[in-house]
C-alpha cells in the first residue's frame, strides 16, 4: 500500500465571506491510495477554526503506518479533516478493488439526488438582496450572517427571493441577546432554521431559550462523543465528513442521532466535487442538504458532481465510490 497527499487550489468564482473572515480559493489536501494496481482518492479541507492547516493534515497522513485499514484508521487519527481524506480514499480503493459500489459495501440503498442548499455570502444588505435575487430560482438559500446588521440583511435576502425556502448559519456569531432578537424576526420572513447561532463551548444559554425555530449544532457537533452535550440545546446537527474524520464516522453518526431523535443536516467545507461524493451517501433523506461547494468554484475537477432542478446527484466511479 501507498499513500500520497497533495495540497490543490480552487479559485472561487466570487469571494466567499462568513463571520470569521472572507477567501478568495478553496485549499484542500487530495488523498490518494494505490495498493495491488488500483487507486482510490479523498479529499478533505484543512480548517483554521479547528486548529489545522494543510501542513499540520498531511502530517498526519504521512505519519500513518502501512498498511492501515478502515477499522484501523479510526484509532489511528483523530477526527477531522486528515483522517476524512484517508476514510474516504479506502472506501474508494475498496469499491474499485471489488469492483462494486460504496453504497453497496456500506450496506446502503441506492443513492439518488437530493436539493442542495445555495450559500449567500455574508455582505450588505444591498448585496444579500442582489445575491438573493441572481439565485431565487433556487428552492433551498442558505444565508450566512453575523451579528449587526443581520435583520437588515435577512430582511433583504427575503425581498430579493421571496418564494425560496430560507435557512441560516450565524457561524458563532451571535449572542444570546441577539439570537432573542432574531428569532421572531426570523419566524415571520419564514426562515427553516438556524444553524450553530452561539460559539460551541458556549452555547449552554440554548437551553433556557424558546427554540421557535429548530436550531442546529455545526461547530458544537463533530462525532458520536458530541451528542452527549448536545440534548435540550439543539434539534438538529449538521454532519460534515472533515468534522467526523470520514464517512464510516459519519454513517454511524446519523444513525445514533436520529436514534435519539435529532434531525440530520449534511453539510460541507468548500471543497471540490471529491469531497462532495462520499458525503452524498449521508445525504439521502437528510432534512436538509448543503453539498454546494463545487457550485462556488470557479472551475471544479474533471468528473464533478452533475447538479441540476432534481439537485446535486451522486458521483460517477471515475471521481468516486
Known amino acids: 500500500m501507498i499513500i500520497s497527499a497533495k495540497r490543490e487550489v480552487f479559485p472561487l468564482a466570487k469571494v466567499f465571506t462568513i463571520s470569521r473572515g472572507s477567501r478568495t480559493e478553496a485549499v484542500v489536501v487530495r488523498v490518494e491510495i494505490e495498493q495491488d494496481g488500483y487507486k482510490g482518492q479523498g479529499e478533505c479541507v484543512p480548517y483554521a477554526r479547528y486548529d489545522e492547516t494543510v501542513e499540520s493534515v498531511i502530517g498526519q497522513i504521512e505519519s500513518l503506518e502501512l498498511p492501515v485499514t478502515r477499522e484501523a484508521l479510526q484509532h489511528a487519527l483523530p477526527a477531522g479533516a486528515a483522517r ?4 474516504c480514499a479506502l472506501w474508494d480503493l475498496e469499491a474499485k478493488m471489488k469492483n462494486t459500489a460504496v453504497w453497496q459495501l456500506a450496506g446502503l440503498d441506492v443513492p439518488g439526488p437530493e436539493i442542495t442548499a445555495y450559500t449567500l455570502s455574508l455582505d450588505t444588505p444591498d448585496n444579500m438582496q442582489d445575491q438573493a435575487a441572481e439565485n431565487a430560482h433556487r428552492p433551498l438559500l442558505k444565508v ?3 451579528g449587526k446588521g443581520d435583520i437588515a440583511r435577512i430582511e433583504a435576502v427575503r425581498r430579493g427571493a421571496p418564494d425560496s425556502r430560507i435557512i441560516i448559519d450565524a457561524n458563532e456569531g451571535w449572542t444570546p441577546e441577539i439570537y432573542a432578537e ?10 427553516e432554521m438556524v444553524e450553530q ?9 440554548l437551553l433556557h431559550m424558546d427554540r421557535v425555530l429548530p436550531v442546529c449544532a455545526d461547530e458544537s457537533c463533530h462525532e458520536r462523543s458530541s451528542l452527549s452535550g448536545l440534548k435540550g440545546k439543539y434539534d ?3 454532519i460534515k465528513l472533515d468534522k467526523t474524520g470520514g464517512l ?9 442521532a436520529a436514534d435519539e431523535g435529532y434531525q440530520v443536516m449534511v453539510g460541507c467545507m468548500v471543497g471540490s466535487s471529491l469531497a462532495m461524493a462520499p458525503a452524498m451517501l449521508v445525504a439521502q433523506g437528510a432534512a436538509v442538504v448543503d453539498l ?3 457550485l462556488l468554484l470557479a472551475e471544479d475537477r474533471e ?5 441540476d432542478e432534481k439537485g446535486a446527484h451522486p458521483p460517477v466511479s471515475d471521481l468516486w465510490g
Open 292 to 294: 454546494d461547494g463545487p
Open 248 to 256: 464510516t464516522e459519519a454513517l454511524a453518526l446519523r444513525k445514533q
Open 84 to 87: 476524512n481524506a484517508v476514510d
Open 144 to 146: 450566512k450572517l453575523g
Open 182 to 191: 432574531m428569532a421572531p424576526v426570523l419566524v415571520r420572513l419564514g426562515v
Open 303 to 307: 468528473y464533478g458532481l452533475l447538479y
Open 197 to 205: 447561532p452561539l460559539p460551541a463551548g458556549d452555547d449552554d444559554a
Open 236 to 238: 438538529m446537527i449538521n
